[in-house]
């Protein structure tokens, strides 16, 4: 069966609903009673403005998009096997972010699939601010959420790379990528959306000028990042040209 979900901006289908047997839907308000704390918060959420378009699921069904039908946990009197906890598997996230699945799927990723991970690693599936931990500005959130595990790219340096203001992400695809170290490009067009090639008159025919440095005969040995060159690409202790 196909259940057609919908928010203000997208729509997106459910292939399968999820199932615990003998159970059926009861809508949000049910929960409120035992988990008012949540209840509470959850309208901020991006997925509380999902609908869905399917009587079986009642138009408030939000808690039960991930966690399954509520109706046997709530007969139980709150038994844990009873509702799908997405905190121990990510199945139930992957009925609809079908993308993001293909992407822990590509050769480089956190191992979420694995197991050794999860989505609410990086993300509060209850709140409004989607990145954890939440608060301040969008950006310096999420690269927060990295420096939760990754403190040797994130502590300050005496020579910061500047990129890094804009997130971890204009270098990194988190949840997966085919190029090593979860890269979103493995060659120097990487730092060149930045770090534009210098054009002019004084730049000799078939040279290639990065700021003030000819990089022709560098380019040939490697990458930017590789071949001895800018290793410390998160940011430097001693040299301003990020080099080690
Ligand atoms: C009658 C009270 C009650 C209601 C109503 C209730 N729950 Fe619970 N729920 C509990 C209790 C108690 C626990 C703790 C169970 C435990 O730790 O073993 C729990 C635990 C959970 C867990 C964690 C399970 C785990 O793996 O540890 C989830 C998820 C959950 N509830 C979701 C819901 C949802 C969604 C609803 C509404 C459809 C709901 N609950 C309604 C009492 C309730
Ligand atoms: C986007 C999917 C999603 C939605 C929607 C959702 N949850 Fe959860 N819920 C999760 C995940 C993931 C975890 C595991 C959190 C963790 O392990 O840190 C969780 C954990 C829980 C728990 C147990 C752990 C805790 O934080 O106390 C309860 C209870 C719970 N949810 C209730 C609800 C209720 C009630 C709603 C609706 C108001 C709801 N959830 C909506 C994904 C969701
Ligand atoms: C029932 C379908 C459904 C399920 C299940 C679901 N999502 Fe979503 N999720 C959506 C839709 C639709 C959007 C887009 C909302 C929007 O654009 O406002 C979304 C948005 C998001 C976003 C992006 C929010 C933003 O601000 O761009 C994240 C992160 C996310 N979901 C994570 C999760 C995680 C983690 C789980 C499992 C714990 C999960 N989702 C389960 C449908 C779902
Ligand atoms: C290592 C941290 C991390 C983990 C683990 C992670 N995410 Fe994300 N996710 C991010 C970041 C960072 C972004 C923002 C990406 C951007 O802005 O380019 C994001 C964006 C998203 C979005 C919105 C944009 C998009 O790519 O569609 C969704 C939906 C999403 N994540 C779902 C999930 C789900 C589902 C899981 C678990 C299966 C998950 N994420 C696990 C870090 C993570
Ligand atoms: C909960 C801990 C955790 C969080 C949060 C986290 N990571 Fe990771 N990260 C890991 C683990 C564990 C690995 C190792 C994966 C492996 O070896 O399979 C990893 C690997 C990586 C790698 C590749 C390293 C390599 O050797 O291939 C990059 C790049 C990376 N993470 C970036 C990020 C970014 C960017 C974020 C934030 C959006 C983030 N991580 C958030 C735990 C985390
Ligand atoms: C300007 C691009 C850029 C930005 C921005 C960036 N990285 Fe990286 N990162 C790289 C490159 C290039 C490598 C590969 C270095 C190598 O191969 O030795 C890397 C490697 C890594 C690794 C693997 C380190 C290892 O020793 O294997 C982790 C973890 C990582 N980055 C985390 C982050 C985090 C967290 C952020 C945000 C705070 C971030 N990166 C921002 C370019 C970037
Ligand atoms: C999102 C944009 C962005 C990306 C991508 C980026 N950089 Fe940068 N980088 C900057 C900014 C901004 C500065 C500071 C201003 C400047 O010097 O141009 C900077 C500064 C530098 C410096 C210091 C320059 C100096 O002489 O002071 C080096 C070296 C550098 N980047 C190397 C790289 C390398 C190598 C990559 C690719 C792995 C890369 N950058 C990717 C934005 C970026």
């Given at each position: 069966m196909i259940f057609?979900?919908?928010?203000?901006?997208?729509s997106t289908t459910v292939v399968a609903p999820l199932?615990?047997?003998?159970?059926h839907f009861v809508g949000n308000k049910a929960c409120a009673d035992c988990h008012a704390d949540i209840v509470r918060k959850f309208p901020m959420s991006p997925h509380a403005r999902l609908h869905f378009e399917n009587a079986a699921m009642p138009g408030q069904s939000g808690c039960e998009s991930c966690h399954g039908p509520g109706s046997e946990h709530i007969r139980s009197g709150g038994a844990a096997?009873?509702?799908?906890?997405p905190g121990?598997?990510?199945e139930s996230c992957f009925q609809c972010h079908l993308d993001v699945h293909a992407e822990f799927n590509l050769p480089q990723h956190?191992?979420?699939?694995?197991?050794?991970m999860n989505c609410t690693d990086c993300h509060d599936p209850h709140g409004g601010d989607i990145f954890k931990p939440a608060g301040g500005l969008a950006m310096a959130t999420q690269n927060q959420s990295c420096a939760q595990c990754h403190q040797a790219q994130t502590r300050p340096f005496v020579f910061e790379h500047e990129a890094l203001r804009e997130g971890c992400t204009v270098c990194h695809s988190p949840h997966?990528?085919?190029?090593?170290?979860?890269?979103?490009?493995?060659?120097?067009?990487?730092?060149?959306?930045?770090?534009?090639q210098v054009q002019g008159p004084n730049v000799p025919a078939g040279h290639i000028y990065i700021g003030n440095t000819d990089?022709?005969?560098f380019l040939q040995i490697g990458t930017c990042w590789t071949s001895g060159c800018h290793t410390a690409i998160h940011g430097s202790n001693v040299d301003p040209r990020l080099r080690y």
């Open positions: 057609l979900i919908s928010c203000s901006t997208t199932e615990i047997p003998g159970a096997k009873f509702i799908i906890n121990k598997n990510p956190h191992p979420v699939i694995e197991g050794h997966g990528s085919i190029n090593r170290k979860m890269l979103v490009e493995s060659d120097p067009n990487l730092c060149l959306r930045c770090h534009a990089h022709t005969t």
